[in-house]
């Protein structure tokens, strides 16, 4: 039978703010409005007595065109921010209003219209504001943080901005050259932006990780922009993050960099982004235990996110949790119809936990025939286990002669097996 949605999250003091809609003449400036929208979840990420639901999952919640009632309750939270921004020239107008989820009721309501060197201070007010309407009691380092200007540049912040939307795209590896070029540039015009250096570092250290050749010496790149922010910024909580993401991506010292993360974590619970990086850190490690408690964090803060979901999946097989992660699957395959991976998952798991081999022969004869020249072994592996013996290995040897390298060796030593 199709998998039905379970009940929601029990309702808690928390915030899901939707994607602010772009009303600038100009629709180019749909980067702005996004990175309004990021600052103004940053400044509530920083709040702890708030769940503030991630990004990607708002953007997913958008998508799928509930009213406000309908996402309090899939989401868990009382409260929905919605808004919009319109920029022309130098002038920016952002209206938001902050509804009570489970009655429909507008609690606050505000425009702001201010010039581009004054946005910084519209996202702190929106953030102050909606802690004051939920009666939520803010520290002095809080207040502190939500205030703070990160540039003084407009020019800056705007290549920042762009920069990050990249990052966020799922494309950013591919354009890697731009993005590196963008937040150098806006560290040459600002040499205090902070969050720019730090994403600069994130951005060499992924680049290589990857191997990508954007003129070499890249290691040495992330070194020196690290030891700059360590110099300058030594007592900020963003040098701890630079410093993590050096550790995990160019020196690979994932117990430096988990260390470093989870301190990070504690400091912010609703930082979505870090406890990603917690995540991802533990399941590299292979500390199951750990990876799972961290993985149903992260799918809290995102819970309609495919990369969440995925991860809470792999964190449930590899602890064993063989009926939890099903049920979970079956809702990904409702949730996600679009996600390959999703079904993928489904089929890894009834082969695993039940002994099920139909849903991936069902999976792979599909994807074989979707892209011909893909051989995945695990697909030949599965043949193999369901009696059909000659079939996987024609199978398999049927593209042997497509591949080169560690993936020829990979399926020479399987058809040896075989």
Known sequence: PPATDPPGPVVARGIGVLPFTNLSPDPDNAFFASGVHEEVLTHLSRIDALRVISRTSMEKIAGDGLDVAQIGQRLGVSHVLEGSVRRAGNQV??????????TDRHVWAENYDRTLDDVFAIQSQIALAIAGKLQVELSATQIAGINERPTSSPEAYDLFLRAAERMRSFSWRTGLVEMIAQLESAIAIDPEFLRARVLLVHAYGAAFRDDDDLGGNLDGKAAAQLAQIVDRWPDDPLARVAQAYYDRLVSRDLDAALAGFQALAAERPN????????????????????????ARRVHALDPESQRAHAELLLALRRNGLGEEALALAELG??????????????????RDFRQDLQPMLDFGAEASRSAPASRPTWYAEVRFASGDQDGAINWLAGGRGQLSGLEAARVDMLLADL
Request: net charge neutral; charged share 25%.
């Open 271 to 294: 930082d979505a982004q870090i406890l990603y990086e917690v995540s991802t850190t533990l399941k590299w490690l292979d500390l199951r235990g750990e990876f799972l408690s961290a």
């Open 333 to 350: 395959v409702t949730r996600f119809p679009d996600m390959p991976a999703a079904r993928l998952h489904r089929a890894l798991l009834l």
């Open 93 to 102: 107008r952002v209206t938001v209003q902050l509804i009570e989820a489970a």
